[in-house]
């Protein structure tokens, strides 16, 4: 069935460091990945998006590169602030509405 | 951006009690609306899929007839978790789709914490 993995549950990153957090999907029909932040007793946050048809995507001090022949997604998060600490969730989608989640790495950044 | 509500966004009950939530999209029309249940240090857990005027479809696994869904408007779903017991205690979050496509995007609410005492 489908699925989605994280390899890491937790990660730990001095402020200032660049931070990765990788994503593993099975589904190889999705053609859409989100990743989210989850800030405690809230909601998930939109960080960035990518489709199947890029491999790589940047934002404001984040990147998302996706790679289809291994089915890997990864989020990277140039200068890490004590403010990125929080939970970040992978989601995929693939032929419909739905979303499927990973299942979320907590990152916790020390000052 | 598209903002999502829900209300309340923390409610204890007892056992055997039923409690409402509610999802609002505040300044957009949601086509589709998410129900999604997170238990403490876990993912997000799609529970079903509702459309406005119909009926809800329930992910496997999930009891329909416990967890009623009602999509009467484009701007407000709600949850209905019916006979609630110490299980059902949970966070419960929406999501809302325009449905504009390629992308349907979906926006999240902020959560409803649900303790059953």
């Known amino acids: 069935g489908e699925s989605v993995g994280l390899h890491l549950p937790t990660l730990s990153v001095q402020e200032g460091d660049n931070s990765i957090i990788n994503c593993a999907y099975s589904?190889?029909?999705?053609?859409?990945f989100i990743w989210y932040k989850q800030e405690s007793g809230k909601g998930p946050q939109f960080i960035i998006d990518?489709?199947?048809?890029?491999d790589k995507r940047q934002g404001q001090r984040v990147t998302v590169l996706l790679n289809k022949t291994v089915k890997h997604l990864s989020l990277q998060i140039a200068a890490t602030q004590p403010g990125d600490s929080a939970v970040y969730f992978c989601?995929?989608?693939?032929?419909?509405?739905?979303?499927?989640f990973g299942k979320g790495t907590k990152l916790t950044v020390n000052p | 951006g598209a903002v999502v509500s829900q209300h309340p966004s923390w409610v204890i009950c007892k056992s055997g009690t039923s409690v409402k939530i509610e999802c609002r999209s505040l300044?957009?029309?949601?086509?589709?609306m998410f129900w999604y249940r997170q238990f403490p240090k876990q993912s997000l857990m799609l529970m079903a899929t509702?459309?406005?005027?119909?009926?809800?479809?329930?992910e496997q696994g999930v009891e329909k007839d416990k967890f009623l869904i009602n999509h009467a408007s484009l701007t407000l779903s709600t949850l209905t978790v019916t006979s609630a017991h110490p299980e059902d205690s949970s966070f419960y979050i929406c999501?809302?789709?325009?449905?504009?496509?390629?992308?349907?995007?979906?926006?999240f609410g902020p959560g409803t914490r649900l303790t059953v005492l």
């Open positions: 509702s459309n406005e005027g119909s009926k809800a479809t329930y």
């Open positions: 589904n190889s029909a999705s053609d859409y």
């Open positions: 300044d957009f029309q949601a086509t589709t």
């Open positions: 999501s809302a789709s325009s449905g504009a496509v390629p992308y349907n995007e979906q926006f």
């Open positions: 990518i489709r199947s048809n890029m």
């Open positions: 989601a995929e989608s693939g032929g419909s509405e739905k979303l499927v």
